[in-house]
């Protein structure tokens, strides 16, 4: 090798390792750069969805509020309720569903889910389902009764086709449920039993509600489902939010939704959690009894229950109107060991009764339409009695006042009353009914029978009363009823569903026997039903509702 190669050569070295050194040097320089850089902000999206349970009328400005203000909200319908006093009419959802709301189920009659069988349970959530599909809603959000479920009742709700079903009292507030979490995740970790803050209630304030949405966002986001019942400035209907409050909050609302910095949408509970309208499921009603078979369940008051509210398997408390009614058992009874009473005092109208459970088919007997059936109750009273009779409809498994019997005289002992319907209404597959009082007085009554009159058992005719002091003629229109929602019942899951308190809402297109000249006339003031004016009569014909 020449030296000029040599020389060449170590140039050819050097240069390279003076490149490498700046390279190392540019790494070595660019650390501290990189270790100063402000790390990314990660962005925590909230998701909020503005609830409504049960359907009740003063929910109606709540949709205008939401339109004015580019929000939708759910709305959960008790579809055995719709058409009563106090409730939401069948074209009162054609206006949600017009302004971009959400219609979800929230069973037929209203009833703690847990507490029933699982047969009961899915009437109770595919009966609802299928009765708003029918008018052309598509349902995929339930929320339950009383927020109350077990596994049982969420596989009944999931078999009905529901893609989410809501409870309630998860999720911190300002006012419960301190170290609870935020917000529910989205996907939820378990989409029949989505985790919920404590409903609104009267003494929640603008900044409470502004709380559910702020915290979440500040913590680690999620899904926020609000849930209101009534929109009045009533403090009597708590769980009530004032008007002004709620307007106030929605426009709050759309505002700070408005600005992409808080990562916030609104959304219906069905488009927040996202998955497709499943099929209809139809859940049908039992088969009628058979022939000479008693229909109704625990008809002598052997079985008690601690989930009816009325300490009775199968059996409610009913009445209306202006009067205290004490409802209890005695023992013995006319057979076994119990027999129930009532008491009526202060009477000024309505009645008080024992009733079979309103319900889609466990305890309210099926009936047959065109049929006739026997009904007997044996009785002791110290003053006049009458069977009150309603009728389960057909197609959505709410319940209405059919017609009343005539009067059935005092009995110092133990006197069956027995009384033959007219042929059952077409449209109608459910009874339920029973003696009651509307004067002050006190009923014992036991041994409880409807039979389809095709194969009835024979009368015990030495302890039989088979008709009122006078002849009477009763009406035989059908009305329609509902229990009256207060706020005990909401919060405490105490007798909504058992008591038949809000009457009538009028006359269904029902053909009716015209009432004679002893009937009552008309339907009751929609708050709360009073009984008509009696008439001068001694023996007028029905009262009960």
Same mark, same amino acid.
């Given at each position: 090798?020449?030296?000029?190669?040599?020389?060449?050569?170590?140039?050819?070295?050097?240069?390279?390792?003076?490149?490498?050194?700046?390279?190392?040097?540019?790494?070595?320089?660019?650390?501290?750069?990189?270790?100063?850089?402000?790390?990314?902000?990660?962005?925590?999206?909230?998701?909020?969805? !503005?609830?409504?349970?049960?359907?009740?009328?003063?929910?109606?400005?709540?949709?205008?509020?939401?339109?004015?203000?580019?929000?939708?909200?759910?709305?959960?319908?008790?579809?055995?309720?719709?058409?009563?006093?106090?409730?939401?009419?069948?074209?009162?959802?054609?206006?949600?569903?017009?302004?971009?709301?959400?219609?979800?189920?929230?069973?037929?009659?209203?009833?703690?889910?847990?507490?029933?069988?699982?047969?009961?349970?899915?009437?109770?959530?595919?009966? @609802?389902?299928?009765?708003?599909? @029918?008018?052309?809603?598509?349902?995929?959000?339930?929320?339950?009764?009383?927020?109350?479920?077990?596994?049982?009742?969420?596989?009944?709700?999931?078999?009905?086709?529901?893609?989410?079903?809501?409870?309630?009292?998860?999720?911190?507030?300002?006012?419960?449920?301190?170290?609870?979490?935020?917000?529910?995740?989205?996907?939820?970790?378990?989409?029949?039993?989505?985790?919920?803050?404590?409903?609104?209630?009267?003494?929640?304030?603008?900044?409470?509600?502004?709380?559910?949405?702020?915290?979440?966002?500040?913590?680690?986001?999620?899904?926020?489902?609000?849930?209101?019942?009534?929109?009045?400035?009533?403090?009597?209907?708590?769980?009530?939010?004032?008007?002004?409050?709620?307007?106030?909050?929605?426009?709050?609302?759309?505002?700070?939704?408005?600005?992409?910095?808080?990562?916030?949408?609104?959304?219906?509970?069905?488009?927040?959690?996202?998955?497709?309208?499943?099929?209809?499921?139809?859940?049908?009603?039992?088969?009628?009894?058979?022939?000479?078979?008693?229909?109704?369940?625990?008809? @002598?008051?052997?079985?008690?229950?601690?989930?009816?509210?009325?300490?009775?398997?199968?059996?409610?408390?009913?009445?209306?109107? @202006?009067?205290?009614?004490?409802?209890?058992?005695?023992?013995?009874?006319?057979?076994?060991?119990?027999?129930?009473?009532?008491?009526?005092?202060?009477?000024?109208?309505?009645?008080?009764?024992?009733?079979?459970?309103?319900? !889609?088919?466990?305890? *309210?007997?099926?009936?047959?339409?065109?049929?006739?059936?026997?009904?007997?109750?044996?009785?002791?009273?110290?003053?006049?009695?009458?069977?009150?009779?309603?009728?389960?409809?057909?197609?959505?498994?709410?319940?209405?006042?059919?017609?009343?019997?005539?009067?059935?005289?005092?009995?110092?002992?133990?006197?069956?009353?027995?009384?033959?319907?007219?042929?059952?209404?077409?449209?109608?597959?459910?009874?339920?009914?029973?003696?009651?009082?509307?004067?002050?007085?006190?009923?014992?009554?036991?041994?409880?029978? *409807?039979?389809?009159?095709?194969?009835?058992?024979?009368?015990?005719?030495?302890?039989?009363?088979?008709?009122?002091?006078?002849?009477?003629?009763?009406?035989?229109?059908?009305?329609?009823?509902?229990?009256?929602?207060?706020?005990?019942?909401?919060?405490?899951?105490?007798?909504?569903?058992?008591?038949?308190?809000?009457?009538?809402?009028?006359?269904?297109?029902?053909?009716?026997?015209?009432?004679?000249?002893?009937?009552?006339?008309?339907?009751?003031?929609?708050?709360?039903?009073?009984?008509?004016?009696?008439?001068?009569?001694?023996?007028?014909?029905?009262?009960?509702?």
């Amino acid at each position: 090798m020449t030296r000029d190669q040599s020389v060449n050569r170590l140039t050819v070295i050097l240069a390279v390792l003076a490149a490498v050194a700046i390279i190392v040097t540019g790494l070595l320089g660019a650390a501290p750069a990189h270790a100063a850089t402000t790390p990314k902000t990660v962005t925590k999206p909230v998701t909020v969805s !503005l609830t409504f349970d049960d359907g009740n009328a003063d929910q109606m400005p709540a949709v205008q509020i939401l339109q004015q203000n580019g929000l939708t909200g759910t709305f959960y319908i008790i579809t055995g309720y719709l058409g009563a006093p106090g409730y939401m009419q069948q074209s009162d959802l054609a206006t949600l569903a017009a302004a971009g709301d959400e219609i979800g189920g929230h069973s037929v009659t209203h009833p703690d889910m847990s507490a029933l069988s699982q047969a009961e349970a899915e009437r109770q959530a595919c009966q @609802s389902r299928a009765t708003l599909s @029918s008018w052309g809603y598509s349902v995929r959000s339930f929320a339950y009764p009383f927020a109350e479920s077990t596994k049982k009742t969420r596989d009944a709700v999931r078999a009905c086709g529901y893609t989410s079903a809501r409870g309630l009292d998860d999720v911190q507030t300002a006012y419960d449920c301190t170290g609870c979490a935020t917000a529910e995740t989205l996907p939820p970790k378990n989409a029949m039993l989505t985790r919920a803050p404590s409903q609104v209630e009267a003494n929640w304030t603008l900044a409470g509600l502004q709380q559910q949405v702020t915290q979440a966002k500040t913590d680690k986001g999620g899904w926020v489902q609000l849930t209101f019942h009534h929109l009045s400035d009533d403090a009597a209907l708590d769980p009530t939010i004032s008007p002004a409050l709620f307007a106030q909050f929605a426009q709050w609302l759309a505002a700070y939704s408005a600005d992409p910095a808080n990562a916030t949408t609104v959304k219906t509970v069905g488009d927040a959690v996202g998955t497709p309208v499943q099929p209809v499921v139809q859940s049908p009603v039992p088969a009628p009894a058979a022939p000479g078979v008693n229909a109704v369940q625990n008809p @002598s008051f052997q079985t008690t229950s601690t989930t009816s509210p009325s300490g009775q398997k199968c059996w409610q408390y009913g009445g209306y109107g @202006s009067n205290t009614a004490a409802f209890s058992t005695v023992t013995p009874g006319r057979t076994g060991t119990r027999a129930t009473s009532l008491t009526v005092s202060n009477a000024v109208d309505g009645d008080a009764k024992w009733l079979p459970t309103f319900d !889609l088919g466990e305890c *309210a007997p099926t009936v047959v339409a065109g049929h006739t059936y026997s009904l007997r109750e044996y009785y002791t009273a110290d003053t006049v009695t009458q069977f009150t009779v309603y009728l389960r409809d057909a197609d959505t498994g709410s319940w209405h006042y059919w017609t009343a019997s005539p009067w059935y005289a005092s009995a110092a002992t133990w006197t069956q009353a027995v009384w033959t319907t007219d042929q059952i209404p077409a449209g109608f597959d459910g009874i339920s009914f029973g003696l009651n009082l509307f004067t002050n007085g006190t009923l014992t009554t036991d041994d409880v029978a *409807a039979y389809d009159t095709v194969g009835a058992p024979p009368l015990a005719t030495s302890t039989t009363t088979n008709s009122a002091p006078t002849s009477t003629t009763t009406r035989s229109s059908v009305s329609r009823i509902a229990p009256a929602v207060d706020a005990l019942t909401v919060r405490s899951r105490a007798v909504l569903g058992q008591l038949d308190t809000s009457g009538m809402a009028g006359q269904l297109d029902v053909p009716s026997t015209p009432a004679g000249p002893e009937s009552p006339a008309g339907p009751a003031s929609p708050a709360r039903p009073a009984s008509p004016a009696r008439p001068a009569s001694p023996l007028p014909g029905p009262i009960g509702r």
